[in-house]
DNA sequence: CCGTTAATGTACGAACTAGTACGTTCACGG
DNA sequence: CCGTGAACGTACTAGTTCGTACATTAACGG
């Protein structure tokens, strides 16, 4: 009948059911974490019901997995389009750690998904296929950058791009992570606009002067 | 009968209950999360029986908060010992940094919590009676010693106690709560010696070379 | 030494939750 | 136009989990 795939039109559709219910639980599980989150109200989220959960996805913890591995994708992905060869060094690691601190707000699924799985000590993560495909896209970059600033006798010896990754990392995700905390006791907003342009030089200010000191 | 009140011997000891009670708690929540966490397990780990949580706290939200309020309290507690006020600025930043370093190490249910209350948006930490005596004990030493460090001409004047107690945070608190994913993913285990001499060093370095930057 | 009450133990229920058995409908090739 | 299988819906179950009614025991004052 003329073929209706490319059209929106279907009634039937695999992978928009898919999507559908895969978008949904990701906001149910950065929302509630993954024992808190409920396979009932998923499905009532959907435009489909509870059986096409188990249909595609087997069940709620290769549903979780599949959340994650989708939300590590993006990341993945996010990096790897990333070009600052023609930076010099110092500029270089400075637009890095902006990126990165972009993509960490404009993606907060992923940072609740991140502690959510560290409270079960990164037990799926650690099952993951994807698994190994993700060290290399993060470092890479520092890599590089490090190796010019280090031959250029600009920065410092005894930093290697983990340790830069994880000063990047930290100040990025605990800023989003701890926000609700850090606004019960301080009552500091961290997602107010001029503050968050301030932190945004601030980390490539501590990294910079870190890296260059002496 | 000689009130063995005060002796060991006692059959029926409220306050040993209690805090039997709360240790095992502590462990549960900590592990699990707070949906994850059981009632009958807790009360399995215990000497006593489920009844005597709902007896001394009420229910599982409120176990939860009495958690999560002693350790703060106890955070505060080893805040409030901190005497850097005879140090020269920089050193007492530094050893006020590692401090916290150590007492993050030291406490890892308590980072583990944080992270769990902030996956509840802070929701319970925020309805707590202690809230108010959280914020002045974090930031009044850092205060203090930016003043002296600012009044020297050492520090620079475009950041503030919240600004740096965040920094320090960031880092103690990331290296742990995302340990699992990071050794997942990067085959580095945070917890070896060597490295966490390292990044205590690493962190005061960070802290002063941007402080004291131009 | 005994009554009162704080402290404790046992058994159970109501509600929830992941998962499934079974039945139905749509799409598409022949 | 019809048979076949993929895609989908409904209703249910087995097991779990928080919370409680009810019974019991130890401590302590008088």
Redesign the pocket.
């Known amino acids: 009948?003329a073929?209706?795939?490319s059209e929106a039109e279907?009634?039937?559709?695999?992978e928009?059911?898919r999507a559908d219910i895969l978008a949904v639980a990701t906001r149910e599980f950065a929302d509630k974490g993954y024992t808190g989150?409920?396979?009932?109200?998923i499905a009532a989220r959907t435009?489909?019901?509870?059986?096409?959960i188990?249909?595609?996805f087997g069940?709620?913890?290769q549903l979780y997995l599949a959340v994650l591995e989708r939300a590590y994708s993006e990341l993945r992905a996010s990096e790897q389009q990333l070009d600052v060869e023609h930076l010099e060094p110092e500029d270089a690691l400075r637009q890095l750690a902006a990126l990165t601190f972009d993509h960490h707000e404009a993606h907060p699924d992923f940072i609740r998904l991140v502690s959510i799985e560290n409270i079960h000590h990164a037990e799926h993560l650690s099952r993951s296929e994807i698994l190994a495909g993700l060290a290399d896209p993060a470092l890479g970059g520092i890599t590089r950058i490090l190796e010019r600033g280090r031959a250029a006798g600009l920065f410092r010896e005894d930093v290697d791009a983990l340790d830069v990754h994880m000063v990047i990392s930290s100040f990025c995700v605990f800023r989003l992570a701890n926000r609700h905390t850090f606004q019960a006791i301080f009552g500091r907003d961290m997602l107010d606009p001029a503050r968050r342009e301030h932190h945004r030089t601030m980390l490539g200010d501590l990294l910079i002067e870190y890296l260059t000191a002496r």
């Open positions: 009948m073929a209706p795939s279907r009634q039937r559709d695999k928009r059911t989150a409920r396979v009932d109200e435009s489909t019901t509870k059986r096409m188990y249909y595609y069940g709620k913890e």
